[in-house]
T-cell receptor
Framework: ETGVTQTPRHLVMGMTNKKSLKCEQHLGHNAMYWYKQSAKKPLELMFV???????ENNSVPSRFSPECPNSSHLFLHLHTLQPEDSALYLC?????????????FGPGTRLTVT | AQKITQTQPGMFVQEKEAVTLDCTYDTSDQSYGLFWYKQPSSGEMIFLIYQGSYDEQNATEGRYSLNFQKARKSANLVISASQLGDSAMYFC????????????????FGKGTKLSVIP
């Protein structure tokens, strides 16, 4: 595997379900990101995890819970989601956060909440 | 706060022709970077080109060039000799290039422009 991978690529879940999205980077980077891409809206940064800092967008609801067990893996735990949470969730990684480092994106997970 | 505006929701271009995708930005940062990403229907965001605010020359990467006009705060993407594979969403983004606290280097994206290349 190379670059940034995400699983699953597609997910359909009910509002009462609990699921997790997984992201793995094979680039030796130290920072990972979750973005949400809704239709007709700009990409929205949800969370940042790095060795230097953790940044959370205050507008992200608590039904989204990130977990970063190490520098190569990032999870997004989902519970009691709403239909408006249906979107493409993109993971990205970079060398770090305290410098103008390039972000490399994964292919995304297309989430549909029914 | 940073803001990116892409005023063209959709664009059509004939194959082999050149096309310009518009991007204007607003920031109070003195040092910043401007990016263009391509997103095919598969979903992955593919980095195309980068322009630093202090770069005197416009960035070029193969068929992609960035028309950077700092005074007008615009960073338009020019694609020359369009190909069918260029059909995708294109996003302009910017990032502060100086540290001013947690989250300084995060990307701010525009809403994107959907480019369709016609045979």
């Amino acid at each position: 595997e190379t670059g940034v991978t995400q699983t699953p690529r597609h997910l359909v879940m009910g509002m009462t379900n609990k699921k997790s999205l997984k992201c793995e980077q094979h680039l030796g980077h130290n920072a990972m990101y979750w973005y949400k891409q809704s239709a007709k809206k700009p990409l929205e940064l949800m969370f940042v995890y790095s060795l230097e800092e953790r940044v959370e967008n205050n507008s992200v609801p608590s039904r989204f819970s990130p977990e970063c067990p190490n520098s190569s893996h990032l999870f997004l735990h989902l519970h009691t989601l709403q239909p408006e949470d249906s979107a493409l969730y993109l993971c990205a990684s970079s060398q770090g956060t305290r410098g103008p480092y390039e972000q490399y994106f994964g292919p995304g997970t297309r989430l549909t909440v029914t | 706060a940073q803001k990116i505006t892409q005023t063209q929701p959709g664009m059509f271009v004939q194959e082999k022709e050149a096309v310009t995708l518009d991007c204007t930005y607003d920031t109070s940062d003195q040092s910043y970077g401007l990016f263009w990403y391509k997103q095919p229907s598969s979903g992955e965001m593919i980095f195309l080109i980068y322009q630093g605010s202090y770069d005197e020359q416009n960035a070029t990467e193969g068929r992609y060039s960035l028309n950077f006009q700092k005074a007008r705060k615009s960073a338009n993407l020019v694609i020359s000799a369009s190909q069918l594979g260029d059909s995708a969403m294109y996003f302009c983004a910017m990032r502060a290039d100086s540290y001013s606290g947690a989250g300084s280097y995060q990307l701010t994206f525009g809403k994107g422009t959907k480019l369709s290349v016609i045979p």
